[in-house]
């Protein structure tokens, strides 16, 4: 009898232990699984931060450059989906949540007074962003880099001069020239200018970590590059045949005023007769499709085929294909609807069209479309015409000084699709206007906002309204 007591206390005790053991291992195994959920969004408050945009980087640039074994600090990038239209100025407004400025750029049209304002001597169309950085490109440098790409290697030497400043809380800084590069020059011109600033960026971490001084790292790029060699598209031409008078102002019923830009694959246009002007611009080489808001909904036209997207009250969309797919959408709403993801007037919530259009041949193209006539600037264009990878609307004669090898602008993946690259765990993509909530950093961002007299507007309430 004595030996069977021992022997049954020993295996109680064997018993004891690999529960214990099972306990131990089971936890550890959850926590983990909670840490890889939830580690992008829980950067230690106590870090330093610094944010850099590389204006213009296509995702896949970075990207390859990551798997060469560059960028060695940081975990693997991922995309960042910017605004449509995908330019600087109108990203970055979304991005820090700031008052809308009077126009796309420094040149702009006041529906107010109808006629064209401000310009590069003009500090009325300034954006609210210029003043949150710490750095900015010179606009000097910015144009020279177009002409000796050698000049942006100054951005990095004045960069690293600002980061060698740099003791702790937030530091924003923004550098243009490899925008420059990818717009003008062969991308390896490009690639190369990333390479010396990852350089800069290694040995800069490096002595950071010597020091024990820990920081929190975010890269981004605000759009991308189609990286392909571009003309410019003979809108004036074809509208005037029709029988338009088009210039700077709106003439009359028949009048387009059409907003002289940088060499960028996205036209604004201010008119009254949207539909005409929308459909004769949609028959000009290079043009992909017309965007324009009529009775509540926004009309996407194009040469193979229209349709309608509408937003109800709850935030939902919904695509509607009158004749032909301009947006390529029709299999995609075909499959969430098969999957019971859409209501029974067709509509879907935002949430459900991001995670199937993402990685489409236009990333989140409903939203994109309808939030460009709907804000972002206050003198919203009333037709934005979306261009094919080749072309431009910009200056005409910029584009006689310079070889343009890319652009942006438009709703094409190449040209929407920046990146976004941290030395914490990020989401698998982002749109522009929800990073700082992915990652935690919007309090942060704002109460450093704040110090400089700025103050960020919460527009997306923690990504969106619905709670999704």
């Known amino acids: 009898m004595r030996r069977f007591w021992e022997e049954l206390s020993r295996k109680n005790d064997i018993l004891r232990r690999f529960r214990f053991i099972s306990c131990f291992f089971t936890l550890n195994l959850l926590s983990f699984f909670f840490l890889i959920s939830f580690s992008y969004a829980e950067t230690d408050s106590s870090h330093s931060k610094v944010l850099i945009c590389l204006d ?107 980061l060698e400043r740099f003791d702790s809380g937030v530091i924003l800084m923004h550098l243009d020239s490899s925008d420059a590069m990818f717009h003008s020059r062969n991308p390896r011109v490009g690639i190369n200018w990333i390479k010396a600033f990852e350089r800069m ?42 029988g338009y008078k088009v210039g700077s102002r709106i003439q009359g019923e028949s009048g387009v005023a059409i907003l002289p830009t940088g060499l960028i694959s996205v036209t604004y246009m201010y008119t009254r007769a949207k539909e005409g002007v929308a459909k004769i611009s949609t028959e000009v080489d290079g043009v992909d499709f017309a965007v324009f808001n009529e009775d509540g909904k926004t009309k996407v036209v194009s040469n193979h085929g229209n349709a309608v997207i509408e937003k109800d009250t709850r935030g939902w969309f919904r695509y509607e294909a009158i004749d032909g797919d301009p947006l390529k959408l029709k299999e995609i709403f075909a499959e969430i609807s098969s999957k019971g993801l859409t ?70 993946k190449e040209s929407v699709i920046g990146f976004a690259m941290a030395n914490f765990i990020l989401p698998d993509r982002m749109r522009a206007e929800e990073m700082f909530y992915d990652t935690g950093w919007f309090e942060a961002i704002k109460s450093y906002a704040e110090i400089k007299g700025i103050a960020l507007q919460n527009s997306y309430e923690l990504r969106n309204a619905n709670g999704e």
């Open 201 to 242: 960026m290694a040995n800069w971490i490096k002595k950071r970590e010597e020091e024990k001084r820990p920081v929190d790292l975010l890269l981004f790029s605000d759009h991308g590059n189609d990286l392909t060699p571009c003309k410019r598209i003979e809108i004036e031409k074809a509208l005037k045949n029709a």
């Open 343 to 412: 209501d029974t007037d067709g509509f879907a919530s935002e949430k459900v069209w991001f995670e199937y259009t993402a990685d489409h041949t236009y990333p989140d193209p409903l939203k994109r479309a309808w939030d460009a006539l709907h804000g972002h600037v206050e003198n919203v264009a009333d037709i934005m015409l979306s261009l094919k990878k080749g072309w431009h609307c910009g200056s005409k004669a910029l584009d006689l000084i310079v070889d343009f090898q890319g652009t942006h602008g438009s709703m094409e």
């Open 56 to 162: 213009g980087v296509p995702f896949r640039i970075i990207s390859d450059l990551k798997k060469e074994g560059f960028f060695s600090d940081f975990n693997k990038p991922v995309p960042l989906i910017s605004t449509f239209p995908a330019i600087t100025e109108i990203m970055l407004t979304e991005l820090f949540h700031i008052k809308e400025p009077p126009g796309y750029g420094l040149r702009y049209y006041d529906k107010s007074t109808n006629r064209l304002r401000g310009g590069l001597g003009s500090s009325e169309a300034i954006s609210v962003w210029f003043s949150l950085y710490d750095y900015v490109t010179p606009m000097l440098d910015r144009g020279l880099v177009y002409i000796w790409p050698g000049c942006g290697y100054s951005d990095i030497e004045n960069a690293q001069k600002k």
